[in-house]
């Protein structure tokens, strides 16, 4: 693979099971988000990653479609303002949702909702895709400001971080071999 093919700079780090992560600095939350959709899909399994709301974007997630490598179920990844927020870009998604069904989303706040001195600051009302998100998913487990959802009547038992049995046992192996670089990225 490309990670075995290049000399890695020094502060670059390998963390086992994620090797497309390489020199990528992720949160340990968002460490664990990944190897639990790693955990509980196959590779061939679509995964959306979606925010708390749709009618007012910041900025999304799209890192974690790369590392997870799993495929993604719209051709709607990257959101934009205006875009993803308007009626008939949702409306799409949700048809495009519908018909390939993913088991898992990931609803993603990372990126908060910051006020923008502009338009991108007001909600367009368009509450399409989080209708479909919320009538369609549950939460299964929680990471830190990360859910991951599945699809309802599908449930797995319900875990967060720090759960003794819980994929946050998983963070230590994610970690640096000298542990020093595990906390926040």
Known sequence: TIARNFRQP??????????RLVCFKLSPQTLETIRYVQQ???P???VFIGLPRHDRIFVNAVTPYFVMNRPVPTKWHQFDPGLQTSSPIQQE???????????????DD?????????????????????DYLLQTYATTAVFGRSKVLVIRGKTMPLRSSGDAAGPATHVVSACAPDRARCGPH
């Open 10 to 19: 020094p502060d670059c780090h390998e963390y086992p099971g994620l090797e």
């Open 40 to 42: 509980h899909s196959a």
């Open 44 to 46: 061939s399994d679509p």
């Open 93 to 107: 998604m949700v048809d495009e949702l519908r018909r390939v069904q993913p088991r898992l989303v990931i609803i």
């Open 110 to 130: 990372a990126g908060g909702f910051p006020h923008e001195p502009n338009e991108s600051s007001l909600s367009s009302g368009v509450t399409v895709l989080d």
